[in-house]
């Protein structure tokens, strides 16, 4: 036993001496970092230390790659690799090493295909450590030196699977980056790797040493991976639909759940909005006036249809205009629809002519002139609307009104379901204005009814007083008869009290009287005089002063006493009122004869505080329809610094109206024309032919006629409502009105009604001549128009038709 111990002092004696030498031997050699022997050199980087002898030592960080001719075995210090190379496949050196050995090398520095290693003449372990763990790196940075002969982790999506005589590989790539071979070498203790588990677009993940092989010059590039089967991991499998598929068909998805949500939503709100609108449509029908209407709609509508102001306009026939309805007590606005002003009221008239709705998204833009400056001064608004929606209320093809929506604080254009949606609203508030002057019409035939019930009420206590005042008046005149003496006076006073007092009851009786019997002949004079005489007693309370010009002439028209009696009365009582608080009371009452027609003018003092519109309207309504019933007009003027006039147009009787032709056609002194032995006469002109118009013109000044030139069929029709004309020149392409509709709505207010053709047309004439209408040719003839002015001039001489000039 004593002797085996002296053996093994002895061994490790001689272990201990022989790792000296070999230490000793190592040192005398160049010890290099391997920062330093990874040095290269340009221009083809080839190892800097190519060919010298040197050690160098490190930490082993994975097993030994096998090749068929040398084997691999890669160390690193925590910064740096280095591969340690051993040639021939019968040296089994660096089998001996595992990841974690700390080792010493010493040999010629040599490449293998551009990369540096240490071919070893010897390699010691000097200790034991912790295996290196591997660096996790992206694709785009394994391309380069710094990781050479490292233990690194890389991830990515397979492309390429293949196999060799020195092993197989598969080829990667990341987003963006190059394709990165893994090289799984095949050596006596290594399997052939399987990768028939792999395919094209599978995730992996790979740890294992970088390398690279790069046969020629510069040996920058042709880097890869050294790694062993197990090293692979398969992270995910590539789907059989490519991933861009299947993101587009969600994506798809997506959009058309986006769109079926944005849809349904729309929808959803289109639902409401239609109920809304047709609540609203069911409120306005019950309405009672317009002002209620507008108040409602101005209340719901912004919230309806994103707006922030309505504004509703009915148009007005007797005064041709669009009158604004006004909730609050502002002045009324009222456009002509013959001259419209500038602004958004232009669209207004133009949206009624056009009977058609008008959108504007940007008024800048709009081709009425209506800018925004524009609109501001019209409107009374800072800046006016930005957007406008004009939509005509439509009732049984007639338009009614116009509606207007203004949007001031930004453009926008109205969609199809909100142009439609106004529409419908449009023609509610329409159809609501008809039911409210059906119920006024109601309304005043009840009270029409109510009338006539107080009036036979009336009828039967005049009846029974009528006999106690013819007793009263036959007894003071028979007293008188009979005794004189200081009685007198008194008798002649009961007697007159008693005939005023029947007086007094026949007119009652008249007024109040059923009006079922057939048209008479009525003197106006007379009745208007008598009128005169019934209110002078309360006139002259009142101080008013009344100027009496109806003519004395006994002019008569056709219709009922009581009815007319009515109508006079009515209006004279209202400027009556009217005048309650004027500083100057004064009405004048005249009469006149014009183109056949009677007009009757009833004025009163322009200091006069205005009365009330709605008290003056209802006595339009009840005049108007008497007065339409007899065939004439009645109508208030109120004009800045004129005195305000009721003006009455009736037609005269048969009677009235031949002696008015038997004045005009007297035979004229020397020089001088029918029309002027009488009156100058006027003629209106509706032509937009300049030429034809100018030759007209200077036609009919030849003749002594006044003339008035319009362009426009529209205000040829205003213009013969104001004022009277003997004669009307119309062009069949006069703009506005039709021709047809023209003449038959003149044809009660001018003496004679001339439509100017393009040429003669045979057939016009026959059907349109006739009862004041002419037919002339154009380019007008002297002899043409003097034939038809001798036929207006003399409406009882025969009619010679003219062809071609020819008579």
């Known amino acids: 036993m004593a002797r085996r111990a002296d053996e093994s002092c002895v061994n490790r004696v001689i272990l201990v001496l022989a790792a000296w030498l070999a230490c000793g ?77 700390q080792v010493s090398a010493s040999g010629a520095v040599s490449a293998i295909a551009g990369m540096n290693t240490v071919v070893v003449d010897r390699v010691s372990l000097v200790g034991r450590k912790q295996p290196p763990a591997a660096v996790t790196v992206s694709l785009a940075e394994v391309w380069g030196f710094r990781y050479l002969s490292r233990l690194v982790r890389i991830r990515g999506q397979v492309q390429a699977v293949a196999d060799t005589i020195s092993g197989a590989y598969l080829d990667i790539k990341q987003d963006g980056s190059r394709p990165f071979r893994i090289f799984l070498p095949r050596g006596s203790d290594q399997p052939s790797a399987n990768l028939a588990m792999f395919s094209m677009g599978d995730q992996i993940e790979v740890a294992g040493s970088l390398f690279q092989y790069k046969l020629k010059p510069p040996y920058n590039d042709g880097f890869e991976m050294l790694a062993v089967p197990a090293a692979v991991t398969l992270l995910s499998r590539h789907s059989l639909v490519p ?168 453009t926008r254009d109205f969609s199809a379901d909100e142009q439609a949606l106004a529409q419908h609203l449009a023609n509610q508030i329409a159809v609501a204005l008809r039911l409210m002057d059906q119920r006024t019409v109601q309304e005043q035939l009840f009270r029409t009814e109510k009338m006539a019930a107080v009036g036979r009420l009336i009828s039967g206590v005049v009846n029974e007083l009528q006999t106690p005042l013819s007793s009263i008046s036959d007894l003071a005149r028979r007293a008188l008869e009979r005794y004189h003496g200081p009685a007198d006076r008194e008798l002649s006073a009961i007697a007159g009290e008693a005939q005023r007092a029947a007086s007094i009851m026949a007119r009652l009786v008249s007024f109040a009287g059923a009006e079922q019997v057939e048209a008479r002949p009525v003197a106006v004079g007379d009745l208007l005089r008598g009128l005169i005489e019934f209110r002078e007693g309360d006139w002259k309370a009142s101080g008013i002063k009344v100027r009496d010009l109806t003519s004395r002439e006994a002019l008569t028209v056709l219709g009922s006493q009581g009815q007319l009696e ?218 043409e128009l003097a034939r038809v002015l001798r036929q207006v001039e003399h409406p009882m001489a025969k009619v010679i038709p003219i062809k071609n000039g020819v008579a």
């Open 25 to 101: 031997a190592v040192s005398a050699q160049n010890a290099v970092t391997l920062g330093d022997l990874n040095q290269r050199k340009a221009p083809d980087y080839a190892a800097a230390l190519l060919g010298q002898k040197l050690t160098v030592s490190g930490t082993v960080n994975a097993r030994p790659y096998h090749f068929p001719n040398y084997t691999i075995l890669t160390i690193d210090d925590g910064v740096n690799g280095a591969s340690l190379e051993v040639r021939g496949a019968d040296d089994t050196r660096l089998d001996a090493f595992r990841p974690g050995d």
């Open 566 to 783: 009515q109508v006079f009365l009515n209006l004279l009582v209202h400027a009556e009122q009217t005048l309650a608080g004027a500083p100057q009371k004064n009405i004048t009452i005249r009469t006149s004869v014009l183109a056949k027609r009677l007009l009757v003018e009833i004025s009163f003092t322009a200091q006069a505080q205005a009365g009330n519109p709605e008290v003056t309207a209802a006595i339009l309504g009840v005049t108007r329809s008497v007065i339409a019933g007899h065939g004439g007009e009645v109508r208030l003027i109120e004009k800045p610094g004129a005195e305000p006039r009721f003006e009455v147009e009736l037609p005269l009787s048969q009677k009235e109206r031949q002696a008015a032709h038997m004045a005009a056609s007297r035979v004229p002194a020397a020089g001088e024309s029918a029309m002027e032995s009488s009156r100058r006469a006027t003629a209106l002109v509706i032509e937009t032919d300049e030429t034809a118009q100018r030759q007209l013109l200077a036609l009919l000044a030849a003749r002594g006629y006044r003339v008035v030139p319009v362009n426009n069929s529209d205000s040829g029709l205003e213009l013969a409502s104001r004022m009277k004309f003997d004669a009307a020149f119309c062009s069949v392409h006069a703009p506005g009105l039709n021709w047809v509709e023209l003449s038959e709505r003149m044809h009660t207010r001018v003496a004679a009604f001339i439509l100017m053709s393009d040429g003669y047309d045979a057939e016009l004439s026959a059907d349109f001549e006739g009862d004041g209408r002419f037919v002339l040719p154009k380019p007008i003839q002297e002899p």
């Open 243 to 410: 991933l861009w598929i299947v993101g587009t068909a969600l994506a798809i998805i997506l959009v058309a759940a986006l769109v079926f949500w944005r849809r349904e939503h729309r929808m959803s709100l289109g639902r409401e909005r239609l109920r809304k609108t047709y609540q609203l449509g069911e409120e306005i029908l019950s309405a009672s006036s317009a002002e209620a209407i507008l108040q409602r709609i101005e209340e719901a509508l912004p919230g309806i249809l994103d707006v922030t102001r309505v504004r509703l306009y009915t148009h007005n026939r007797s005064a041709k205009t669009l009158d604004g309805v006004r909730v609050d007590t502002g002045e009324p606005v009222s456009i002509s629809l013959t001259t419209p002003p500038a602004g958004p009221q232009a669209g207004a008239v133009a949206c009624f002519h056009y009977r058609t709705l008008l959108v504007i998204p940007d008024i800048d833009r709009s081709p009425f002139p209506m800018a925004r400056q524009s609109a501001s001064s019209s409107q009374g608004v800072p800046g006016g609307p930005k957007s406008l929606l004009l939509v005509p209320m439509m009732s049984q093809g007639e338009v009614i009104g116009v509606l207007e929506l203004d949007q001031d604080d930004r």
